[in-house]
């Protein structure tokens, strides 16, 4: 092999952003890595081992799952011809145990094969998961034949050595290389991720083969900065991650490696945090006699020390010259909506606009419905028995008609509507902003941080002070990943005179208890109060997805033609219906003309029913918890208490049925997110920064590296505050782009 000859196929020495084409590897090898979206030298060497397969270690591992794709190394215990039975020919079945289990392998007319899988034989197995009668089972998976261990002769030299090399030549897809040999008989060999295309000792061979030719790599830390935090340097971490001597050496690796993903994420958080600070915003200060004012002194009611103090930090944001970019978390109900309508009005009396950008139609008329409420006359600008200095109130989705359209558009472009809530509609070109002062993005998670950047960029003159809010409590860890670039504000405070909400599990195996479901809901309804069904798909698919999922579509039919509920005033509400639909069956409710709402998720957040007091949730094993907690934070919000009953098919003491009871025995949502993070692991939440990518962040883990973050945040902070732009730091800047890599650096926006 000549890859210690030259790093390139050109002569120039590699780099981590070297592309794989450019390198001495296998053409037919580089273009199977292009499966796997690895493209450079450095993805590659970041694509890192899934586990280990450690000589002696024979310690117990989970079983895999039905219909996953694993990799295993072991030794043929024996193997059989046997005759099939409904068709001429016969199979090979090799049973291969690895140290910790056997493993059952088919091969279908390979009779040849039958010589060179002999007992002892040590060989790699790479396909897809069956089971028969508990036993794990593999159909004519990959195969590789290895060197085997245990033979006296060193691995490498002598007869062994030249009998692997002559298999190698005759059939060398088949039978380790002779560049294989010495790598395999390591006392630990890594298993990466592979699939159908790309073996896991297909990668490692191009792994090694670039090892061997890769110059030390730079590093983003200092001597001093590696030392006081006890980490080796990122050059011996990439190289003992994949070519280990023990599991210590995984270990530590490990740890440079998951500081090395916390700090470039940080890295460009800051960038992005501090680089806003540069930018000019209209200062917005208070404005005696001002709408604020006026609204203030219409509550009924008092705000919570809560909400003062997070005016107060919004306040002080919008009174500088610079964008303010907060972000607001707050519990169910815990009047969010209200302090954002306060500071949006601050700015509407200084001169400029605010914007309202939400993830659904309803919500978006829920909006405005709640604005036009809170503001009465002060929303009336232009019109008769309109408030001094009234403004106006847009909305704009996507389904409205032509002229209506056409009157909001002209009202936003001219600056006569102060106020202009809408839906991903706000985001199109054909939208213009007299004077956009302040965006507020309702439920952050649902937009893509694209979409933010293009209503942020609507500012003719300076950037909006940008508001993000979230009813989703967001625990410490999430909120510096996916939030790090944002000044974070926490209502925790419930206000006065919010009902509690009872939440109780019911199997719905169980009839008699799901006939009281629907009796203990018609109670409710003969009270003069309204019910929420809600459940997780629609009904109007081509095919049924799963008969034991209840659907909207069905639900609502039972519902209405049998039981306590029939003849009820029932109506169903779903994403795929027609806005104008949508609108006015949310409307009815509203007004109480119905009595049953069946619904999907469209009513989660936002949605604000003062006389909805009970919400049943069939098959909530189908929701994460926070979901649960968002969705049945919709009744309880007038003066009767709230009521959530969470059907399930979930087993007792399942995991699913456990994290339905922690949602029955907990209202604090901060706990059941820490709960849900636990369920989810931190997969979904990185996923934030994949943009549709694959996911590069392998070893930081939101659930217990709270400490590396912070740490990564204050190195980060204190880096980027004398070099913005990296300029002094180009090893730093490097692994930014190395670990995030170009398609996830539009999430965190450095322009």
Known sequence: MAESETARTDGVPLTLTTPLSKTALDPALVAKLADLELATVGELLRYVPRRYLARGDTSDMELPEAGSWINVMGHVVRTEMIPMKRKPGSFLKVVVEDGRREYEVSFFNAKWMKSKLTRGTRMGLAGTVKYFRGQIQ????????????????????????????????????????????????????????????????????????ILGVLGP????????????????????????????????DVAAAAERLKFDEALAVQTALAQNRIAAGTESAHACPHVPGGLEDQLLERLPFELTVGQRAVID???????????????????????????????????????????ILAPTEVLAA??????????????????LGAADGATQVALLTGSQKTAERKQNLLDIVTGQAGIVIGTHALLEDKVDFFDLGMVVVDEQHRFGVEQRDVLRAKGRINRPHFLVMTATPIPRTVAMITFGDLETSVLTELPRGRQPIATTVVPMSLEKWVDRVWQRAAEEVDQGRQVYVVCTRIGDEKSNPDADEVSVLDQWQELSESGPLAHRSIDYLHGRMPGDEKNEVM??????????LVSTTVIEVGVDVPNATMMVIVNAERFGVSQLHQLRGRVGRGQ????????????????????????????????LARIDLEARREGDVLGSLQSGGKSSLHFLSLLDDADVIADARELATEIVLADLPLAEHPALAALVDGVLLPSKLGYLEKS
């Not at 972000?327 to 009005?345: I, P």
């Not at 709640?370 to 019109?383: F, P, S």
Request: charged content about 25%.
């Open 640 to 671: 009767h208490a709230g009521l959530c009953l969470l059907m399930t098919t979930a087993t007792p003491g399942s995991s699913s049925h456990t994290r339905l009871k922690a949602v029955a025995d907990s209202n604090d949502g901060f706990e």
């Open 217 to 248: 790599t730079p590093d983003a830390l200092t001597e001093q900065q590696r030392t006081s935090r006890g980490l080796m340097t990122s050059d011996e971490a990439i190289r003992r991650i994949h070519l280990p001597d023990s599991m210590k």
């Open 587 to 596: 409307d009815r409710f509203t007004r109480g003309e119905l009595d049953v």
């Open 313 to 355: 930090e919004i306040a002080a944001d919008i009174g500088a010259a610079h964008p303010m970019n907060r972000l607001l978390q707050g519990e169910v109900g815990s009047g969010k909506t209200l302090v954002s309508l306060l500071v949006m009005l601050r700015v509407v009396d200084n001169g400029h606009q605010c914007a």
């Open 366 to 383: 829920q909006h405005q419905r709640t604005v036009l409420t809170m503001l009465g006359d002060l929303a009336r600008g232009g019109q």
């Open 138 to 209: 593999l159909s004519h998976p990959e195969w590789l034949i290895l060197p085997d261990l245990t033979h006296a002769d060193p691995i490498g030299t002598g007869l062994l050595a030249d009998m692997y090399v002559q298999q190698a030549e005759q059939d060398p897809d088949r039978v380790a290389t002779a560049e294989d040999m010495d790598s395999f008989s390591r006392d630990v060999v890594p298993m990466y991720p592979a699939t159908k295309k790309v073996q896991t000792w297909e990668i490692w061979r191009a792994v090694r083969q």
